[in-house]
């Protein structure tokens, strides 16, 4: 079988056609099908049943499916009767396309689709190759969202490692960042206190591949739409239309944050940058924020109350106009210490504008100090950063020359090239001794612990 006959069903909860890092990364993988001519099918929410022909080798499958009860309830999700049942309509879809590989982009609601396959759920879809992408942290999700600490970390790692890791043959990350949750949710330095034995029985029951874990964790990082993002978008015009339409003054210092308004984005730190940077009186600076999400309320009022109102919301834009803005903006911020991957701060870097980040989590996959401004998380730091921007010229040309470059290495072109590239590695692997992955008596009595060495 060459890789042009490979057929992969990507299912995911994470699409919004026109928003959003994981909604892009799978826009680029679609486009990217006809490019290399390999067949890619996407399930995702939708409000009806329909289907979209992206081109000869890409279609997506909307499911019908309401919108989330909890969280961000802006967004549809599918949930487990969607597949669980024998005639729910991802069966259907499963069954009509008969997937050599199936990766499933979550870790909630339609996890159990890889479970349900390793135990012999879906008997008449064979036994394709079981993919988990994971673009997110389990413990940051329960930290943002649910319970923090000790107690939310144990939660987590346990999940991940007692569950999802022997729900899927393989597992592929957006970043180092992403990927250590994997190993720190199933290595024995990691969990001192867990119970081998149960350790043992959840992976013997989901039948887990018998083979290290470092062949089942990939990293694939993502990659930016290099020709969508230039500094050649800069005009004077354009900062006058943007000035215009955030109603600021076109002498302002404008900075510009784009991504979700909601608790795990670490929202908070936008208005205490701004408390700080407002105590300079030399210097009028406004926020552009380009998103929504469920904060979008609290941060008006904080803004109103602690910012002077100097934080201005202007709703979700379309990738041409956000590029518009990327160029045309003096300093791009973002806050989240804890992001995945991010998408937003690599399209800034490739747009030409400074960008000022957290000194941690996945972004550190592309940014250093060599083409970024890092920092601690906090509002005094971002702030301090950001004068730095604005008061060291030199400085501010070499580190932007250098984030361009950066970006130019990373485009989405190399980062499909490089996911097909490994879901063939993963064929290859499976398909060398497949009895590693599906030798149901063996995975039975087998030893997991033997393989989970430091």
């Not at 969607?82 to 050599?100: C, F, Q, V």
């Not at 969990?191 to 874990?213: E, T, V």
């Not at 000022?356 to 950063?385: C, D, H, M, Q, R």
């Amino acid at each position: 079988m060459t890789p042009q006959d490979i057929k992969s069903v990507h299912i995911t909860n994470y699409y919004h056609k026109n928003s959003g890092g994981i909604s892009t990364s799978f826009n680029n993988l679609l486009a990217a099908a006809g490019r290399h001519q390999r067949h890619v099918r996407l399930i995702v929410p939708g409000e009806v049943e329909t289907i979209e022909e992206v081109n000869e080798f890409a279609k997506i499958y909307y499911v019908p499916a309401k919108y989330s009860p909890v969280f961000d309830k802006r967004y549809r999700v599918m949930m487990p009767w969607h597949y669980m049942r024998s005639e729910s309509p991802i069966r259907k879809i499963l069954l009509a396309e008969m997937p050599d590989i199936i990766e499933v982009t979550d870790k909630y609601t339609l996890s159990l689709i890889g479970a349900m396959i390793r135990t012999n759920n879906f008997k008449r879809l064979g036994r394709p190759i079981l993919v988990h992408f994971s673009c997110e942290r389990m413990d940051d999700n329960v930290e943002s969202f649910l319970l923090g600490g000790p107690i939310g970390r144990w939660l987590s790692r346990r999940i991940v490692g007692n569950y999802l890791m022997p729900s899927f043959d393989f597992h592929i990350a957006n970043s180092e960042y992403t990927a250590e949750e994997f190993r720190q949710s199933t290595l024995p330095a990691s969990n001192d206190r867990r119970s081998k034995f149960f350790f043992n029985k959840c992976w013997q029951w989901l039948k887990s591949p018998r083979i290290d874990l470092s062949q089942r964790i990939i990293v694939c990082p993502r990659g930016v739409d290099s020709v969508l993002f230039t500094p050649d978008r800069r005009s004077e015009k354009i900062r006058v239309d943007m000035c215009r339409r955030a109603s600021i003054p076109e002498s302002s210092v404008v900075m510009l944050y784009a991504g979700r308004i909601s608790p795990e984005k670490n929202i908070g730190l936008l208005v205490d940058m701004m408390k700080e940077l407002t105590k300079d009186a030399t210097r009028d600076f406004r926020l552009i924020v380009a998103g929504a999400g469920p904060l979008s309320d609290e941060l008006r009022e904080r803004s109103t109350r602690e910012a002077d109102g100097r934080i201005i919301q202007i709703g979700h834009l379309d990738k041409k106009t956000l590029a518009d803005f990327y160029a045309n903006a003096d300093v791009f911020v973002h806050p989240n210490p804890k992001e995945p991957f991010g998408i937003a701060p690599l399209e800034a870097m490739a747009s030409g504008v400074p960008t000022v980040a957290p000194n941690s989590g996945g972004i550190l996959s592309y940014a250093t100090e060599s083409n970024a401004w890092l920092t601690e998380p906090n509002g005094p730091a971002f702030a301090k950063a950001i004068l730095s921007v604005l008061d060291d010229d030199p400085e501010r040309l070499r580190k932007v020359t250098e984030a361009i470059a950066t970006a130019r290495a990373n485009t989405r072109e190399i980062a499909t090239d490089r996911l097909f590239d490994a879901y063939d590695r993963i064929f290859e692997v499976f398909h060398t001794e497949p009895e590693l992955f599906t030798d149901v008596a063996a995975s039975r009595s087998f030893d997991y612990t033997v393989l989970l060495d430091d």
